[in-house]
């Protein structure tokens, strides 16, 4: 009896790391607001198609992730879509992109539009080379700007976005390495204040 447990552990094990994925809870959750913020407004509105730019005051960079033909660009106007704030945005031109942050993050979110249609395209999260968890991110079918955010129990420090099929604008995005505030908080609603107030200056 002890033997047929031991093995089975065993093969668990074994099958768990042969897969690669560590299956952590990924949630949606609302909008929050964190230090760790990236607009684009740093930086100059630039087209490539291979290597990375530096993000989030360089604790992470942007990269091409999977396949895709088309460039990344930031720009200050894409397919009449104008930044969600600010002047800049992100495009990712019908390929994926990828963020590797420098430490463990728990929470990432940030506002996204598609050129003409709604899209739902799959998120991706990263521990090293294994995969955490997968999420969904959804755009409206109006060109206007949706949050999309997401919490994982466990860290991770990269995320994809498999957008090989669309057009997608990012903007605002925040991360956080904790667990973003419950919904109703006070914290939440502290940071939808902050938010506001930003917004306003």
Known sequence: MHRTIAATATAAVFLSTFIGVLHADIVQVGEFDSQQF??????EMVSFKTGEIDAFGGMATMFRAGQGSKKFKILDSAYRIDPYEGDRMFVSNKSSIGLRFEN???????FFAAKARRHEVEVQ????????????????????????????????????????NAYLMHDAIRVMGTEVPAPGGMALMLGGMLTIARRRR
């Open 125 to 164: 999260f990263f521990s090293g080379d294994e995969r955490v968890g997968t999420g969904t991110l959804i755009t409206p079918d109006d060109k206007s700007w949706a949050w999309n955010g997401w919490h994982s129990d466990q860290e991770f420090d990269r995320v994809e976005i498999s957008s090989n």
């Open 38 to 43: 990236e607009g684009f407004e740093g930086s």
């Open 104 to 110: 463990g993050q728990h929470s990432i979110g940030g």
